[in-house]
């Protein structure tokens, strides 16, 4: 039986949904978890799940009809934005706005709102909606270059050019990992940048914005292998990322956590990317503070005083990746992993694997950034997933 309190509906039901539904239903919420498949990690720990196609503006407006949810939070891209606008303008919240969920789920608009609206700091690029357009994208940009499809998720699809003789593969492998109905990719300037951050903004409804400690990340394939935090940044490149993601996120409007990403290089930083809510290298912040991103997105969207931000120290992740497809498996080393002091580990559900597709994630505290790094690698590589 429902009971009384607000319905939230969360569109996109995958690891970092799993934890908002949790602080979510801390704090005495119905969460309808919605996805594409069923056994997602999130509809787990909901109250109600529906599988549908988030793209079908029909299928949005049945399971919006079905359970009358007074808050919609997007936790990917590849959703019906139209509809989203049209649920605000009906006088739902749609988190953090309609506005930037369209404007996010395309590269290609939020880039042009940093660029040009906005003036910030990006790499030089270009978009390519066909292989002929791309070569010459990639030609006019330059050799190295970065190619990712406007509309992914998890880095698919992304991969660097080093030459004009990999641009077929790269145009290839771009569409393979597009989601949704936009064959459209950006071709953008390599930044030989030191290190990459995510500066994770808190957009209050009322007080102001508040940002966690810098997060440092390094991918691989254009997907986060490992986090820490707090990284390594300058004042003045610090106060310069707060004041670009305040900027940006000022434009887009509403209330909740916001992953601004960065590209820090030895005399400057420039704005990369950035996601309408927590951000995948923002699961560091289940080790590293009182109040994890996934507590302070709800509380920015509730409207919940949010008074400090307390912090336990130099604290790491590192993901679990599967090798191969399978949907009989078992992860094991859970209890070796977890021997090593100030270490957690967090097993996402996920009904099946794929090559490359993130499991888990191992935690860590040490007394430095680096300390911590090893120890959160080294419990994820006791964890191993076996086929059954």
């Not at 300390?371 to 690698?377: F, H, I, L, N, S």
């Amino acid at each position: 039986m429902k009971n009384k309190s607000p319905t939230l509906m969360l569109l996109g039901s995958g690891e970092l949904g799993k934890e908002f539904v949790i602080s979510a239903q801390r704090l005495g919420l119905w969460v309808v978890a919605v996805d594409r498949y069923e056994g997602a990690p999130a509809m787990q720990v909901a109250d109600a799940f529906e599988v549908i196609d988030m793209l079908n503006a029909a299928e949005l407006e049945r399971v919006v009809q079905k359970h009358q949810p007074s808050i919609i939070v997007p936790e990917i891209e590849a959703i019906r934005t139209e509809k989203l606008r049209e649920f605000e303008e009906r006088g739902l919240q749609v988190v953090p706005t309609a506005k930037a969920a369209h404007l996010t789920m395309n590269r290609d608009a939020i880039r042009d709102v940093a660029a040009r609206t906005l003036k910030l700091k990006t790499a030089r690029f270009l978009y390519a909606e066909s292989f002929e357009e791309l070569e010459r994208a990639s030609n006019d940009i330059g050799f190295p270059n970065v190619v990712k499809p406007v509309m992914s998720s998890s880095g698919k699809g992304q991969s660097v050019v080093k030459k004009s003789a990999d641009v077929r593969k790269a145009w290839e492998f771009a569409v393979e990992g597009m989601r949704g109905d936009k064959k459209k990719v950006i071709v953008e300037e390599f930044i030989p940048f030191e290190s990459e951050i995510t500066l994770l903004t808190v957009k209050q409804k009322k007080g102001p914005t508040l940002f966690v400690k810098p997060i440092g990340h390094r991918q691989e394939r254009g997907d986060y292998q490992e986090s820490w935090l707090p990284a390594k940044l300058s004042p003045s490149q610090l106060k310069k990322a707060q004041q670009m993601a305040k900027k940006v996120t000022d434009y887009l409007g509403g209330a909740g956590i916001f992953g601004v990403e960065f590209f820090v290089t030895k005399k400057d930083i420039y704005f990369s990317e950035l996601s309408p809510r927590p951000h995948d290298t923002g699961m560091v912040t289940l080790i590293s503070q009182d109040l994890t991103e996934f507590d302070l997105h709800l509380r920015a969207v509730l409207g919940l005083p949010i008074p400090e931000i307390s912090y336990w120290g130099a604290s790491a992740s590192a993901v679990v990746l599967a090798s191969k497809e399978s949907e009989s498996f078992a992860i094991t080393g859970i209890k070796e992993a977890l021997k090593a002091k100030q270490v957690d580990v967090r097993v996402f559900g996920k009904p099946s694997t794929r090559p490359y597709r993130r499991m888990a994630v191992a935690l860590a505290r040490g007394a430095s950034t680096d300390e911590a790094r090893r120890k959160a690698k080294a419990a994820a590589g006791k964890i191993k997933i076996k086929d059954q």
